[in-house]
Structure formats: structure tokens, C-alpha cells
């Protein structure tokens, strides 16, 4: 196709576009003296004014490119927005060819005696950074920063591929007095166009650019677009949220169709049917899942062994986990075969869980493949099938009514558990025979720990016990990947400790570390310091000594987007304190019960001294996964409330003789 585009079109140039951009280094007294208080009080750095165009390009070697502009001005306020002058641009990796900037330029100018001195960027300076595979970074950072200072640059960014107009993101992390974007669209091709954010636009246009390039001695005509958004307020990445894709305020641009002048049409947007043909007949998709060959010795083994076929996908699942170590590359497509993937012991994502459907399917068990896009990726688009938001995939098994999502990449994953970074909507299931259908990503397990504490309170004011903490779910999972990072268990405790400042750890073990499908246990004789020795009348102790809640999780004053925590949590902590002979109890935390509304959530807490023993009971569970943002201020009312009891001590009075 890149071929045939080479042929047909001839020329097409950004100049028409240009026409609205402005000039770089018109530096006025309005920009320096901008008062920030119009759009944001708080702003470090604000954009000025942006612009951008897109059209397609001839270069000198006789290729089609698409041709971004972009050029922008911001005006620095303090110290803090100085990070603003850190430039990085992605430059995406083609087959054949790979992104490229051009007619780079950019300054600082600060004002100095009336007058606006430039300081230009010494090209030198700039980096082109390999970041992975897929991406290289080009990195610069403006020179001469000053408290005041304004920045500029402009670059144009040349794209071999045509077919994926450049996203326009209008928001960011900064506000924007005004961003305009240009898009010069040949009457050729046809894109479903779409305003994604909750901002609204202030003016868009739609004119016709006569003439914007000739095909075959055929002048054609252009679509040109203009759309402008004025004071853009900043996009406030907040936390437990998914993609910023997902929210921040953009034009999006998907190609639907592209027609020949003198052929046919060529349609991109596809029926699902034609996207589920297309994956199975890929040879580096379909064609993988069919190698159940490369397991046929497997499966065999595994079937003398009479097992259940949960027991068989059990086995399957833990023999391609140990054969292929993740190089830590998503992907949807395999980089060359499983068949070198096994042989290398080594391969991305989709190396490693096509693997899995072929073995799962060579022991005959009905086995899928599921594409879906990651949580940093962002949401798919429902509207049309299109193949390229996908950016991984998963295996799933289908046992006794019951179906199982699998994900091969993560050494401590248990049987049926996803990494977050897959729970995100839906995912797309493709089955070799079957049309392919839409499924919820949603965790199948909870976080889930539970703290026990048996001590006894002794005369100096120490409390020697056992500590037994059960971690299940994702926080089995969590626990694992955290412990593994360490040369030994010895170095995890140690530095558990030093994060524990009134613990001091006697001795410890960790039970099941490496049996994934089994609670991972852990245990420690401890000695904990309290406050004070118990030589008064009175001694305060506060009994929250394990896992207290030291902030509120959800501290702004209001949420926008909703609170995405990837699965429901149970958090359990039972402490049981032998008191030494003669002691009375006066106060102590109150007995507390908090429920968040429709059954979203609840607080349990009940505390007692009974046969000479401090008991404490407490419970939080989130019922929900995902929390809407006006139940944002339950959450945060629910989270106070716990903060402020658990510092409630015990008072405790020695009895007298």
C-alpha cells in the first residue's frame, strides 16, 4: 500500500495550513506580562498559544510522508515550572522507515533593561534517545531558564506512516491560553474524526483547500479543518486512574476509507468478521496458535497422568511460564515464532500467551486468544474494529462452564490472575472457528492480607510477640514480585524493618514464596516498642501498631474522573495483647461501624479487654473495583473517619493493692 501511495500522489505541502500559525520569536510585553490569575492562579507555566497542521508530504527520495507542525510558546512563572523546558518528542519506528524532526528550533527569551534577549538552543544538545523497540525519544531541554522566562521551539515531525493521522491533544499538564489544530485531509480519504475530553471546542471550521496535490495530472481537493479551543484549563493526572488517554481533551482521527482515483476503494474500517479472518490468518497471530505440534510431547505426558482438565490447563500454565522468560515487550503479534521463542527461552507477550493457546489447545482443551490494550494504552474504541489499539494479548481456557484468563509473563502469577496492567474494560476474544465476541477484564481475585498479632505487654514497655501476616489475590502477587526483588529473604526482612522504626524483628520465615497457587505466609517473632514504660498509674497505648492508616488515600477536594483500583480489597488485622497483672482499662477506641453507600464498602472495628487482654478486631473491605467520581467525598468521608479513631489510645490504670 505504501508503494502504490508513493506512485499516486505527487505533492502535497503544509504551507496552506501555515497561514494561521504566527511567528516564531514575536516576544511581546502582553506575553511576558500575561497575568496568570485569567485562566489559573496556581499555574507554574502556561501555554501562550500553540498550533499545529498536518498534511501529507513528498520527501527526496520520492516518498510519502505526513508532515506534523508543531509550535508552541509558554510562559515560565517560577522555579517549579522549569520542568516545562524538558522537551521529549516519541519518534515511532517503522519497518521500513522511522519518524523524523525537522526544522527544529527553539529559545528561552528573558527581559532584560526593556528589551527581549534570545538565547537559541545549541542543536548539539539534542539527544535521540532508544527507548524500546517500537520508540526512539528526541530530548532537548531550553537553555538560560529564568523565573519569567518564555519559551518557544517548532519543529515538523515527518511520519512514514500515512494512514495514522496524528493525534491532536489540545490539554496537558500545564493550562493553555489557546490551541489551534489545522488538519489539510485529501478528498480521498475519509476518517472518522472525534472530540474525546470533557473540554468543548471554541471554533472549528471546515473549508476547502483547492488543488492541494495532483494524482496522475489530477488536481485534488482538500478538506481543511481548523478546530481551536481556548483557555484549557491543566489535566491533573489523579490517582487510581487509568490511561490520561482516556481523558484528556483531543481530536482523534481513524481512517475509514481511501479511494483510488482511477481503482476502487479501499475500506479500512472492517467488520469485526473481517478483522477475526485477517488475525487467524496472520502468520505471526493465527498461524502461532495453530503450532500445537511444538506441544505435542507435553500434552501427551500430561494426559497419561489422568489429571482433570483444570489440573491440565494448571500444568500447561506453569510449564510455558517456566519455558519463556518475558523480555518485557507487549505486543499482539509474536516478534518471529513461538518455535524460537521456546528455543531462545525468551520473547514479548504475545511470544509467550499464543504459546499458551497452542499448548492449551494441543492437550484439547478449548483454548482463546484475547487482544485488549493495557491500562497505560487506554480504553478501545467500541465504535469501529480497529486492530492497532490493541497493543497485547491473553490466553483464555474454557473449563466446565467456567472461563479462565491467563497471562503467562508474570512468574508469580497464580492460575487465573491478570497484572493489573490488563484490567482495563473489555478485550476482544478470537477463537480459531468462532466469530470473536466482546469480555469484561475484570480481576477474578481480591487484594487480600490479613494481620494477626498475639504479644504480651511487658514491664519496660515492649510488646514481644508473633506477627503472622496471610497474603492473598493480588496481594499474594504484589508480595511475591517485591520479596523477589531482594538477593534473599534475610535482605527483604531487613529492610522491612528499617521501614518498621519501632519494630525489631527476633526472627522471621516466608511460607509458600514460590507456591504460586498456595497463601503466601508470612512470619515474624517481633518486639515492638510503645511509648513509655509502665512505671505511672496511667499508660497510653495505641493499639493500631499494624498497618494504621497514616493518610487518606483520597485527599483532593474533588474527584473528575473515576477511582480505578483494579480490584476489590479486604484488609483484616486482629491483635491480641497479654497485660501484665493490675491493669484497668479507662478508655479506649470506640467500637466503630461505616458502611460507603450500595454496598460499596465497610469498616469494622471492635476492641475490648477481657481475662487481663487487650483484643482489637478491624475490617476494611471496598466492595467495588471502580468508584464513580461523586462517590469520591464517600470515600474520602469513610477514610477520615478511620484515621482520626485509629488515634485513639488505650488508657490503662494500674489497680491498687
Not at 272 to 289: H, P, R, V
Request: proline share 3%.
Amino acid at each position: 500500500m505504501n508503494k502504490i501511495l508513493t506512485i499516486a500522489i505527487l505533492l502535497l505541502s503544509c504551507l496552506t495550513a501555515n497561514a494561521q500559525n504566527f511567528n516564531f520569536g514575536s516576544i511581546t510585553p502582553e506575553d511576558y506580562n500575561f497575568d496568570k490569575k485569567t485562566i489559573d492562579t496556581n499555574a507554574n507555566a502556561i501555554v501562550l498559544r500553540e498550533f499545529g497542521t498536518a498534511c501529507f508530504e513528498m520527501n527526496e527520495e520520492g516518498h510519502v510522508d505526513l508532515a506534523l507542525v508543531h509550535h508552541v510558546k509558554i510562559k515560565i512563572y517560577n522555579k517549579d515550572g522549569f520542568n516545562q523546558a524538558n522537551i521529549i518528542i516519541p519518534l515511532y519506528k517503522g519497518e521500513y522507515r522511522d519518524e523524523i524532526i525537522s526544522d527544529l528550533k527553539a529559545s528561552t527569551f528573558n527581559l532584560l533593561n526593556g528589551v527581549f534577549k534570545e538565547t537559541m538552543l545549541d542543536k548539539s544538545s539534542i539527544i535521540i534517545e532508544n527507548k524500546s523497540k517500537y520508540t526512539n525519544l528526541a530530548k532537548f531541554t531550553l537553555p538560560n531558564l529564568k523565573e519569567g522566562s518564555i519559551i518557544e521551539y517548532s519543529y515538523k515531525l515527518l511520519s512514514p506512516n500515512v494512514f495514522n493521522y496524528k493525534t491532536w491533544e489540545f490539554q496537558s499538564n500545564i493550562p493553555k491560553v489557546q490551541s489551534e489544530f489545522v488538519a489539510n485531509i485529501p478528498a480521498t480519504y475519509n476518517y472518522h474524526i472525534s472530540l474525546r475530553g470533557d473540554q468543548k471546542l471554541g471554533d472549528q471550521k471546515i473549508e476547502v483547500a483547492k488543488k492541494c496535490f495532483t494524482f496522475a495530472g489530477t488536481p485534488i481537493n482538500c478538506s481543511k479543518l481548523t478546530y481551536l479551543m481556548k483557555n484549557i484549563p491543566a489535566f491533573v493526572k489523579e490517582d487510581y486512574m487509568t490511561s490520561p488517554n482516556n481523558f484528556l481533551s483531543a481530536i482523534h482521527f481513524e481512517l475509514s476509507e481511501y479511494q483510488h482515483i482511477n481503482a476502487g476503494k479501499v475500506t479500512y474500517t472492517k467488520s469485526w468478521k473481517d478483522i477475526d479472518n485477517d488475525l487467524i490468518a496472520e502468520e505471526s497471530f493465527g498461524s502461532q496458535m495453530k503450532r500445537k505440534d511444538l506441544f505435542k510431547n507435553f500434552a501427551s505426558k500430561i494426559a497419561a497422568d489422568s489429571l482433570s482438565n483444570l489440573n491440565k490447563a494448571k500444568a500447561i500454565y506453569t510449564f510455558v511460564k517456566k519455558q519463556i522468560k518475558w523480555n518485557n515487550f507487549y505486543g499482539k503479534y509474536t516478534t518471529e515464532t513461538i518455535k524460537k521463542a521456546l528455543e531462545a527461552k525468551s520473547g514479548n507477550v504475545a511470544d509467550i500467551n499464543l504459546s499458551l493457546v497452542a499448548a492449551l489447545l494441543a492437550a484439547n482443551l478449548d483454548a482463546e486468544a484475547v487482544i485488549l490494550s493495557t491500562r497505560e494504552n487506554g480504553v478501545v474504541s467500541k465504535l469501529y474494529p480497529i486492530v492497532t489499539d490493541f497493543d497485547y494479548v491473553i490466553a483464555k481456557v474454557n473449563i466446565d462452564g467456567i472461563s479462565y484468563l491467563l497471562d503467562a509473563t508474570e512468574p508469580m502469577l497464580s492460575f487465573g490472575l491478570l497484572p493489573f496492567r490488563c484490567i482495563n474494560d473489555k478485550g476482544r476474544v478470537i477463537n480459531l472457528k468462532k466469530p470473536s465476541y466482546w469480555i469484561d477484564l475484570k480481576a477474578s481475585q481480591k487484594i487480600s492480607t490479613s494481620y494477626l498479632l498475639n504479644g504480651k505487654l511487658n514491664l519496660d514497655g515492649t510488646i514481644t510477640g508473633k506477627l503472622t501476616i496471610h497474603n492473598q489475590g493480588y496481594a499474594a502477587f504484589n508480595k511475591r514480585r517485591e520479596i523477589k526483588n531482594f538477593t534473599s529473604v534475610d535482605d527483604f526482612a531487613e529492610k522491612l524493618e528499617e521501614n518498621m522504626p519501632r519494630v525489631k524483628f527476633l526472627n522471621h520465615q516466608i511460607i509458600d514464596l514460590d507456591s504460586v497457587e498456595n497463601v503466601l505466609t508470612e512470619e515474624y517473632e517481633i518486639e515492638i516498642k510503645t511509648n513509655n514504660e509502665l512505671n505511672s498509674n496511667q499508660f497510653y497505648f495505641n493499639p493500631f501498631i499494624i498497618n494504621a492508616i497514616s493518610k487518606n488515600p483520597f485527599n483532593l477536594n474533588e474527584r473528575n474522573y473515576p477511582i480505578d483500583l483494579g480490584a476489590k480489597s479486604e484488609d483484616r488485622v486482629s491483635i491480641n495483647i497479654e497485660l501484665p497483672i493490675g491493669f484497668e482499662m479507662l478508655e479506649k477506641p470506640k467500637n466503630l461501624s461505616l458502611a460507603l453507600d450500595n454496598n460499596g464498602g465497610k469498616y469494622l472495628l471492635q476492641t475490648n479487654i477481657e481475662n487481663n487482654s487487650i483484643s482489637l478486631n478491624q475490617t476494611i473491605q471496598l466492595n467495588n473495583a471502580i468508584y464513580q467520581p461523586g462517590e469520591y467525598l464517600s470515600l474520602k468521608t469513610f477514610y477520615s473517619k478511620i484515621i482520626q479513631n485509629q488515634k485513639i489510645d488505650f488508657l490503662l490504670k494500674k489497680v491498687s493493692k
